[in-house]
C-alpha cells in the first residue's frame, strides 16, 4: 500500500513552478526522506501532502483516498514543525494533548494516550515544565510526543532537528528512525542534510528545481546515482566528475574506453587508490592534504585538471611532506560512472 500518491502533481505561484508535473510514491509504513537543496521543492512537497497548500494540478491521495480538495483537518495526518510551535505558556503535558482537547476526547482518553507517549519518549520528568525550561532536544520530543498523541496515519517532518547541535541531531536521529520502526509509522521528512536522509531513509526521494531527480534506498542513490545531480550532491565529498573530450579526460589520456554517447566521468573520492600500478589514468601533484582523523582527502592537480582522494587517516604519514609531489591515482572500471550530454547516466 502506498500512504501517498501524486498523479501529475504541480504547484505554481503565476509564473514561479515551484513543483512541476510530479508523480511519486510514497510506501505505508516506511521512513521517506525528501532530500535537496534549498528551493528545489522538498517543503512544497510537503505541505501539499499536509494540506496547507492546494495543487496548481494533478490529484494527491492519502491512503488510497482522494484528499486533492480536502481540507488540512480532515486528511488524518500529523506534522512536526522546524520550529517545534510549542504554546510558551502551557506545559508539556497541555502541549501534547491541546489537539485532543480541541477535538473534545473523553478525558480518561487523553490520559491515557498522554501516559503512553510520555513514557515512550521519555518526557515524564519535564511533564510539568514549559517549553523555556526545556532543552533543544526536549522541545524536540515535546512537539513530536503531540504528532504522535494524535494516532495519524501519516507523520509528516519539516526539518525537525535543524535547530539542534551536532551531537544532539545524531542522537535524536537514532530515536526518530527507532521509534518509526517501533511503532510501524509512515513518516515523510523533509531535510537538506544528506547525512539524516542517509541514515535515517528507507527510501530517498531527491528533488532538484522543482522536479524529482530520482527515488532510490539510499544505497542506490550512492551507488547507483541516476543523473549528474545526483553523482554531485549525494556523498559526503562531491564526487569527482571530468568533461571529455572524444576519448580524452581533456588534455589528459584517458586509458579506459568511455561508453557510446558518454560526455562526463564521475569516480567518488573514496574509490581512487594512491600509486597504483594496475588502471592508472591519472597523475598529478599534491595540492593539498587535508587530515580529518578517521581519513584525509588529498587534492591532485594535472594540467588543469584536478581530483579528490579520500584515503584512510593512518595512510596519511607516507604523503607527509609530499606537497608538490608527483603521484599516480587509478580505480576500478566499476567505480566509473559515465554521463551523457543532458547529465542523464549511462
Not at 11 to 25: C, E, M, N, P, R
Request: hydrophobic share 45%; aromatic share 6%.
Amino acid at each position: 500500500m502506498q500512504a501517498v500518491t501524486f498523479e501529475q502533481v504541480s504547484k505554481s505561484w503565476g509564473s514561479v513552478v515551484a513543483l512541476g508535473a510530479t508523480d511519486l510514491a510514497i510506501p505505508a509504513h516506511q521512513f521517506t526522506v525528501l532530500l535537496g537543496p534549498s528551493g528545489c521543492g522538498k517543503t512544497t512537497t510537503l505541505r501539499l501532502i499536509a494540506g496547507l497548500e492546494a495543487p496548481t494540478s494533478g490529484q494527491i491521495q492519502i491512503f488510497g483516498r482522494d484528499v486533492t480538495h480536502t481540507h488540512a483537518s480532515a486528511r488524518g495526518v500529523s506534522m512536526v514543525f522546524q520550529s517545534y510551535a510549542l504554546f510558551p505558556h502551557l506545559s508539556v503535558a497541555e502541549n501534547i494533548v491541546f489537539g485532543l482537547r480541541v477535538r473534545k476526547l473523553p478525558q480518561a482518553v487523553i490520559d491515557q494516550k498522554l501516559k503512553h507517549v510520555i513514557d515512550l519518549l521519555g518526557l515524564r520528568q519535564q511533564i510539568d515544565r514549559k517549553p523555556a525550561q526545556l532543552s533543544g532536544g526536549q522541545q524536540q520530543r515535546v512537539a513530536l510526543a503531540r504528532a504522535l498523541v494524535a494516532d495519524s496515519q501519516l507523520c509528516l517532518m519539516d526539518e525537525p532537528l535543524s535547530n539542534l547541535d551536532a551531537q544532539l541531531r545524531q542522537e535524536m536521529r537514532q530515536e526518530l528512525r527507532a521509534l518509526q520502526q517501533t511503532l510501524n509509522l509512515s513518516v515523510v521528512y523533509v531535510t537538506h542534510d544528506q547525512i539524516e536522509a542517509m541514515s535515517m531513509a528507507d527510501q530517498v526521494v531527491l528533488l532538484n528545481a522543482g522536479r524529482v531527480e530520482q527515488v532510490a534506498k539510499p544505497v542506490d542513490l550512492y551507488q547507483r546515482p541516476a543523473s549528474l545531480f545526483a553523482a554531485k550532491f549525494i556523498g559526503q565529498t562531491p564526487m569527482n566528475i571530468w568533461p571529455l573530450d572524444g576519448h580524452h579526460l581533456q588534455s589528459s589520456t584517458l586509458r579506459v574506453q568511455p561508453p557510446a554517447g558518454a560526455k562526463w566521468l564521475g569516480v567518488r573520492p573514496e574509490a581512487l587508490l594512491l600509486n597504483a600500478t594496475a588502471d592508472q589514468v591519472f597523475e598529478g601533484r599534491i595540492e593539498k592534504i587535508e587530515y580529518t582523523g578517521a581519513d584525509a582527502l588529498v587534492t591532485l592537480t594535472s594540467q588543469g585538471l584536478s581530483l579528490i582522494a579520500r584515503i584512510a587517516g593512518e595512510a596519511m604519514t607516507g604523503l607527509l611532506g609530499s606537497s608538490n609531489a608527483s603521484i599516480g591515482v587509478g580505480w576500478a572500471s566499476s567505480a566509473q560512472h559515465w554521463f551523457d550530454e543532458h547529465g542523464a547516466v549511462i
